[in-house]
């Protein structure tokens, strides 16, 4: 990346900030929204793995619902113009890995038995792990994903607010998440700050660069 491009990601991501008031009469159009879900498909995971969904939520009575139910009645759930569930999976096990790896082959079109060695390595890495752990390291993928789809928003200029501030299991019935064997980690909310957002143009406050990087030369 030249200086010039980073320079304006700097100030795209000082420009950016967790949105609590949306203007609900603002949309993203489809064209940007494609765009920031192709990013979002996009985001790394360990191993190449993805053990995640995320759920569009479009329809106004169910986000109404989690406002309401599992929200805490903020208004970014309902004011903006749209809102993605991160849910990872519950169930981490060889079949996981089984499928990307017949995935792999299909797409790169090579003998399944060529990645045996790769299966074996992701295996026995997740193999050592408590059920408990896998769905810690299941849940640790998803927040490369809204770290993606945060700076994708911002680059597209169209405001986000990443939210934990919820009723994870709430979360959970009222979209049915446990069936499919998910569970609810993280929410973000996308659209256009409203005019009256007194936080938009508040200061971004980050430590200084000398308080949070350690040089070991």
């Given at each position: 990346m030249n200086e010039k491009k980073m320079k304006n990601l700097i100030e795209i991501m000082n420009w950016r900030y967790a949105t609590?008031?949306?203007?609900?009469?603002?949309?993203i159009d489809k064209e940007t929204m494609d765009m920031l879900l192709e990013t979002l498909r996009l985001s790394p995971s360990s191993y190449g793995l993805q053990p995640w969904k995320f759920i569009i939520v479009r329809n106004k009575e169910i986000r109404e619902r989690l406002k309401i139910e599992a929200g805490y009645n903020q208004p970014q759930m309902t004011d903006s113009s749209d809102m993605i569930v991160f849910a990872s999976k519950k169930n981490i096990t060889n079949d996981l890995v089984d499928e990307y790896i017949k995935f792999v082959?299909?797409?790169?079109?090579?003998?399944?038995?060529?990645?045996?060695?790769?299966?074996?390595?992701?295996?026995?890495?997740?193999i050592g792990k408590s059920d408990e752990q896998k769905r810690a390291w299941a849940a640790h993928q998803l927040y490369l994903a809204v770290g993606?789809?945060?700076?994708?928003?911002a680059v597209s200029s169209v405001d986000a607010c990443p939210m934990e501030g919820f009723d994870a299991l709430k979360v959970d019935e009222i979209l049915n998440l446990s069936v499919m064997g998910l569970e609810s980690k993280a929410i973000v909310t996308m659209g256009y700050r409203s005019e009256?957002?007194?936080?938009?143009?508040?200061?971004?406050?980050?430590?200084?660069k000398e308080d949070v990087f350690i040089e070991l030369n």
């Open positions: 609590k008031r949306f203007n609900p009469e603002k949309k082959s299909k797409e790169n079109s090579i003998d399944i038995s060529k990645l045996d060695g790769l299966s074996t390595m992701v295996k026995g890495s997740l993606v789809l945060l700076t994708s928003c009256d957002d007194k936080h938009a143009l508040d200061k971004k406050i980050r430590f200084p």
